[in-house]
């Protein structure tokens, strides 16, 4: 199978996968399969986030894979493929939870990783449990406005703001080796950083970026994590709402997008295991902005992912 060649149809033609990357609903043998989580049932603000994976493709036709920052064509270095969506029940967070659990499960099984396409951030739980099955407990940079750490709302244990509480508590995450990237706003109590911070996260605040800068905060990133296997998670709103305006919680006064992408480029210096990109809600969107950000995020990944390969850093 190969890619829909761009120099045959225009980038609006065709049927969209990501990056115009083979559909292969069972792929084997794969280095990352792109995989939709359509889900927003764990949103606690605004919702739309299952149409995010539809969005995202829809704008990923644009991209071509060879960037002028990134050497190689992505696709020349690693075996990639687009394996659609889960099909998550859009009733019952449980469902859906063991739903995406089994099916990342399945395809670390016979791929050595995945990019996720979501969808709220609630699934981020589900594939942290799928790769520490593979690897042990994982480092992780996590990209975000919010902790994630929260402790349940309104009854509910799982939603869109505790996977990484849920993470740390069981024992998928290493949060000693958790570094979490461009929190700001507001925060409910019982404070979720104090959370994070009291299991060892290393919180980066928007304003300790800004201090920090991106070298700075790829050297933290390096001390912290080294060689051990690293789960990216990028929630869009990490973003400005100027930069991702189609989100389910924004915060003003984020990244821009330049840095978020930045930010990105020392993932190849580590050892990457898995991926996502998260919360774009195309219903706030306008013009594609934010899930044009969101295609160029995983675009990027997938290249950072290729460059730690060549390295041999992510051989299974
Ligand atoms: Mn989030």
Do not use: W
């Amino acid at each position: 199978m190969e890619r829909v060649d761009t120099a045959i149809s225009p980038r609006y033609a065709q049927i969209p996968t990501f990056m115009r990357l083979p559909h292969d609903p069972n792929p084997s043998g794969r280095d990352v399969v792109v995989i939709g989580a359509p889900y927003d049932g764990g949103t606690s603000y605004r919702p739309g986030a299952r149409f995010g994976p539809r969005a995202i493709r829809n704008e990923s036709g644009l991209i071509h894979g060879v960037g002028i920052d990134r050497g190689p064509g992505t696709f020349e270095l690693i075996d990639c493929v687009d394996g659609g969506d889960i099909d998550l029940t859009p009733f019952n967070m449980h469902i859906a939870m063991e739903t995406a659990h089994r099916h990342l499960r399945d395809l670390l099984q016979d791929n050595a990783a995945f990019l996720m396409l979501g969808g709220d951030h609630s699934l981020t739980l589900a594939a942290l449990r799928a790769v520490a099955e593979q690897h042990g407990p994982v480092a992780v940079v996590h990209l975000d406005a919010h902790s994630d750490t929260n402790p349940a709302f309104y009854g509910g244990e799982f939603h869109h703001g505790t996977p990484f509480r849920h993470g740390i508590d069981e024992g998928v995450i290493d949060p000693a080796r958790t570094v979490q990237i461009g929190i700001r706003g507001h925060n409910p109590r019982p404070d979720s950083l104090d959370y994070a911070r009291g299991k060892g996260v290393r919180v980066v605040t928007t304003d300790e970026f800004v201090e920090t800068g991106v070298a700075g905060t790829h050297a933290l990133i390096q001390e912290l994590i080294g060689d051990r296997p690293v789960y990216v998670s990028v929630d869009v709103d990490v973003a400005d709402p100027a930069f991702a305006p189609g989100t389910g919680t924004p915060a003003p006064g984020g990244l821009s997008s330049r840095e978020v992408l930045a930010l990105l480029r020392c993932v190849g210096e580590l050892r990457p295991v898995g991926f996502d990109v998260m919360e774009v809600s195309p219903l706030y969107d306008h013009a594609g902005i934010t899930s044009v950000l969101a295609t160029e995020i995983g675009a990027e990944l997938l290249y950072q992912y290729a460059r730690a390969h060549i390295k041999g850093r992510n051989d299974a």
